[in-house]
């Protein structure tokens, strides 16, 4: 494995001095101010030093990448039982290229004695509720066809309590899987388990026969026809396992995405796990700016509870303080946190400016299913949990008919028929939520600035304090790719204009910009409350 530059080698330095290629000429020209011309020795764009961070050489296609992530109970029902299923995923592909998304991440398909599924029973076959292993090589197989990828969940942190192998040795010192476990009493009936649940006893990662056995059953997967691993609570796994996970992976599957998730706000934690070996980690630290916490509702920079320059940091450590290449994973909810509808009080307006900081803004994005036609949930304080934010997905306006998963249908639910949220109310209404995603997934794919990892904050957007923006910009060699796009969120309750005149890169001329998500509409500078302005300056 190729050892990465440890934490202490990274030094953080200021914005002004991060690598920023020079503009191309013609980039030169659109941002020329016209009371400063420039020579051609004057640069435009923020100057740069050498940037001595350590690199990782994460996969090409990942850079492209958007993910989707999929609750397979809660999906498709191809053979109609009430559960969600492999085949129903593959048949609901051409949904899931129509947000952009090229790439579907799986929560756990094994085997397991919980609905979640993170209690694994068998990591090497699929859950039969969802299938067979060959309907998993048939939607791996339909996925390539399309050049999409698939990414399933790793779960190395524990075990469940129906593992054969645990099963063996709770209560039998003498098992020969009694070292494969956390006991904690002579009896061996007592264990370490994650958070203390029973269902999820902890392996024992000091035993080298554990980490064998769980990173051949992560090669099991790659050879099935997975393009990579999201390595499930990576927090709670001596890094040495991900580092020897990763050699044991790159050595077979170069191409193979290790995508983590390190749930913490401290940027030095995920440091840590980039150099242990990860290609990716989920942005919690930028989530967490977005939201507050997984169970909050109406709170952080999105609600405006918190400043909107807390969203800066996570996008400055992607330039200055991770190593060159480390990808983040932007996300605005998930299987484990509120539904990001929710937590931004049902306001459309919200949900759009999510949505677009998760599809236009640096790092790769995530869809959480459902999310596009904002799905409502809240995680609930019992007897019901989770559940709540892995509803059935809303195919039908009736919530009736082919493909609806029924598995989960409390009075409780959150998601009701006819309130407006399925795709089949929002598939024909062009200012939908769902076509709105769309606009922004054939944006992304339509403009390499938005792909680019070539941008830089705005220290500040004059007029508007509760405000972050930022330009995103893009060059070719024969500078058909040239173009600088500008984006600015507004959090605040109150109409705002901008003026991006003094920034580093600007002034740009406003007359030469063209608006990004309102084609039909002249360019302007002012933005609605919980509004977003996204302009372009094409070659
Ligand atoms: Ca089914
Ligand atoms: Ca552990
Ligand atoms: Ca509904």
């Given at each position: 494995?190729?050892?990465?530059?440890?934490?202490?080698?990274v030094?953080?330095i200021?914005?002004?001095?991060?690598?920023?290629?020079?503009?191309?000429?013609?980039?030169?020209?659109?941002?020329?101010?016209?009371?400063?011309?420039?020579?051609?020795?004057?640069?435009?764009?923020?100057?740069?030093?050498?940037?001595?961070?350590?690199?990782?050489?994460?996969?090409?296609?990942?850079k492209?990448?958007?993910?989707?992530?999929?609750?397979?109970?809660?999906?498709?029902?191809?053979?109609?039982?009430?559960?969600?299923?492999?085949?129903?995923?593959?048949?609901?592909?051409?949904?899931?290229?129509?947000?952009?998304?090229?790439?579907?991440?799986?929560?756990?398909h094994?085997?397991?004695?919980?609905?979640?599924?993170?209690?694994?029973?068998?990591?090497?076959?699929v859950?039969?509720?969802?299938?067979?292993?060959?309907?998993?090589?048939?939607?791996?197989?339909?996925?390539?066809r399309?050049?999409?990828?698939?990414?399933?969940?790793?779960?190395?942190?524990?075990?469940?309590?129906?593992?054969?192998?645990?099963?063996?040795?709770?209560?039998?010192?003498?098992?020969?899987?009694?070292d494969?476990f956390?006991?904690?009493n002579?009896?061996?009936?007592?264990?370490?388990s994650?958070?203390?649940?029973?269902?999820?006893?902890?392996?024992?990662?000091?035993?080298?026969?554990?980490?064998?056995?769980?990173?051949?059953?992560?090669?099991?997967w790659?050879?099935?026809g997975?393009?990579?691993?999201?390595?499930?609570?990576?927090?709670?796994?001596?890094?040495?396992?991900?580092?020897?996970l990763?050699?044991?992976?790159?050595?077979?599957?170069?191409?193979?995405?290790?995508?983590?998730?390190?749930?913490?706000?401290?940027?030095?934690?995920?440091?840590?796990?980039?150099?242990?070996?990860?290609?990716?980690?989920?942005?919690?630290?930028?989530?967490?700016s977005?939201?507050?916490?997984?169970?909050?509702?109406?709170?952080?920079?999105?609600?405006?509870?918190?400043?909107?320059?807390?969203?800066?940091?996570?996008?400055?450590?992607?330039?200055l303080?991770?190593?060159?290449?480390?990808?983040?994973?932007?996300?605005?909810?998930?299987?484990?946190t509120?539904?990001?509808?929710?937590?931004?009080?049902?306001?459309?307006?919200?949900?759009?400016?999510?949505?677009?900081?998760?599809?236009?803004?640096?790092?790769?994005?995530?869809?959480?299913?459902?999310?596009?036609?904002?799905?409502?949930?809240?995680?609930?304080?019992?007897?019901?949990?989770?559940?709540?934010?892995?509803?059935?997905?809303?195919?039908?306006?009736?919530?009736t008919?082919?493909?609806?998963?029924t598995?989960?249908?409390?009075?409780?639910?959150?998601?009701?028929?006819?309130?407006?949220?399925?795709?089949?109310?929002?598939?024909?209404?062009?200012?939908?939520?769902?076509?709105?995603?769309?606009?922004?997934?054939?944006?992304r794919?339509?403009?390499?600035?938005?792909?680019?990892?070539?941008?830089?904050?705005?220290?500040?957007?004059?007029?508007?304090?509760?405000?972050?923006?930022?330009?995103?910009?893009?060059?070719?060699?024969d500078?058909?790719d040239?173009?600088?796009?500008?984006l600015?969120?507004?959090?605040?309750?109150?109409?705002?204009?901008?003026?991006?005149?003094?920034?580093?890169?600007?002034?740009?001329?406003?007359?030469?910009?063209?608006?990004?998500?309102?084609?039909?509409?002249?360019?302007?500078?002012?933005?609605?409350?919980?509004?977003?302005?996204?302009?372009?300056?094409?070659?």
């Open positions: 494995m190729k050892r990465l530059v440890s934490a202490s080698a030094v953080l200021g914005l002004t001095s991060c690598r920023l290629p020079a503009p191309a000429s013609s980039v030169t020209a659109i941002l020329a101010s016209p009371t400063t011309p420039p020579t051609p020795s004057t640069p435009i764009l923020p100057t740069s030093t050498p940037d001595t961070r350590p690199r990782i050489d994460s996969p090409a296609w990942l492209d990448a958007v993910l989707y992530e999929i609750f397979p109970r809660s999906f498709y029902d191809a053979d109609g039982n009430g559960i969600g299923d492999l085949a129903g995923i593959a048949q609901k592909l051409d949904y899931i290229q129509s947000l952009g998304a090229n790439t579907v991440w799986l929560t756990p094994y085997p397991s004695n919980t609905y979640h599924g993170y209690a694994v029973t068998d990591y090497l076959t859950n039969p509720d969802f299938g067979t292993l060959d309907d998993f090589k048939k939607l791996a197989a339909e996925l390539h399309r050049d999409m990828r698939l990414i399933v969940d790793f779960v190395a942190n524990h075990a469940s309590n129906e593992h054969p192998y645990f099963k063996d040795a709770l209560g039998n010192p003498a098992s020969q899987y009694a494969w956390q006991f904690t002579a009896g061996h009936t007592e264990y370490k994650f958070y203390g649940v029973q269902e999820l006893p902890e392996w024992n990662h000091d035993n080298p026969a554990v980490n064998d056995y769980l990173i051949n059953a992560g090669l099991f790659l050879e099935a997975a393009d990579g691993l999201r390595c499930d609570y990576a927090i709670g796994v001596d890094r040495d396992f991900w580092a020897q990763r050699a044991s992976v790159k050595a077979k599957h170069p191409d193979a995405v290790l995508l983590g998730e390190v749930w913490d706000a401290a940027p030095a934690r995920l440091l840590r796990y980039f150099n242990a070996g990860f290609d990716a980690l989920f942005d919690f630290p930028w989530y967490l977005l939201s507050s916490t997984a169970e909050a509702v109406g709170k952080g920079v999105l609600n405006g509870t918190a400043l909107a320059s807390e969203l800066q940091g996570p996008y400055r450590l992607m330039q303080y991770y190593p060159i290449g480390a990808q983040v994973v932007r996300f605005a909810s998930n299987h484990d509120n539904r990001i509808a929710s937590a931004a009080l049902g306001d459309p307006r919200k949900m759009k400016q999510a949505a677009a900081l998760a599809l236009l803004t640096p790092g790769i994005p995530m869809i959480y299913y459902g999310e596009e036609i904002g799905m409502a949930g809240i995680k609930g304080t019992g007897p019901i949990y989770d559940e709540y934010v892995r509803e059935p997905m809303d195919w039908a306006a009736g919530e008919g082919s493909g609806m998963p598995w989960f249908r409390p009075n409780s639910q959150f998601n009701t028929p006819n309130d407006g949220i399925s795709v089949e109310e929002q598939d024909p209404l062009a200012d939908s939520l769902l076509n709105f995603y769309r606009q922004l997934g054939q944006l794919a339509a403009h390499p600035a938005l792909r680019s990892d070539t941008f830089t904050i705005m220290e500040a957007v004059k007029g508007c304090t509760t405000c972050i923006g930022m330009w995103r910009w893009s060059k070719s060699a500078g058909a040239n173009e600088l796009i500008a600015v969120f507004n959090f605040g309750g109150d109409a705002v204009t901008v003026d991006l005149s003094d920034q580093a890169i600007a002034p740009a001329s406003l007359a030469s910009a063209q608006p990004l998500l309102e084609p039909t509409s002249a360019p302007t500078l002012a933005i609605p409350p919980h509004g977003i302005l996204a302009l372009h300056w094409p070659a």
